[in-house]
């Protein structure tokens, strides 16, 4: 199947800095990137649809000047969390779309922002 | 609005044993799809349904669409340790696949043998 890829695995930083979230696809040309995320022990909740060229959709609620999408090319999108702060720590889960129905999720990014 | 529920939120089951996990949606939708999540994990892709009375199996799993009733069951037969995860229906919220997945809570499996 197609694969996905986000980098990092696992990121610490203090509270005030910024991160961010790469998300690939390896082997094919992704139409559309989705951005997800998930609370320990809860569901997943989109945060924003990633089209290349486009600017990003965001959910209701999801701040767009905090969560900052770029979706550069067909097989990068990269989310960058501004000023983090302890309660956006959480599992970040990007997902990738080039045709057909099914979504390819990424192996997530864990932040932790002390 | 899209609301997916998922009933149960927590099962514990012996092996051998059959059960059924059922997933509700609040609106018409051609896009149902179940994942399985292990601890610490993303997510891995079991079934993608997109039409009415579709059924779709892969080994002990079963899964099917009700778009009439907005309802989805993932069956499982004979369950084996293994098959312990994390259970996620997510329904799509607009045809064609272009926009994100509304998921349930999940259903958490657990396995005893």
Known sequence: GAVVSQHPSRVICKSGTSVKIECRSLDFQATTMFWYRQFPKQSLMLMATSNEGSKATYEQGVEKDKFLINHASLTLSTLTVTSAHPEDSSFYICSARFSGETQYFGPGTRLLVL | ?113
């Not at chain 2, 514990?12 to 939708?29: A, V």
């Not at chain 2, 997510?43 to 993608?48: C, G, I, K, T, Y």
């Open chain 2, 1 to 113: 609005e899209l609301k997916v529920e998922q009933n149960p939120l927590f099962l514990s089951m012996q092996e051998g044993k059959n059960y059924t996990i059922y997933c509700n949606y609040s609106t018409t939708s051609d896009r149902l799809y179940w994942y399985r999540q292990d601890p610490g994990k993303s997510l891995e892709s079991l079934f993608v349904l997109l039409s009415n009375g579709a059924v779709k199996q892969e080994g002990r799993l079963m899964a099917s669409l009700d778009t009439k009733a907005r309802l989805s069951t993932l069956h499982i037969t004979a369950a084996v340790h293994d098959l312990s995860a994390t259970y996620f229906c997510a329904v799509g919220r607009s045809g064609g696949g272009a926009d994100g997945l509304t998921f349930g809570k999940g259903t958490h499996l657990i396995i005893q043998p």
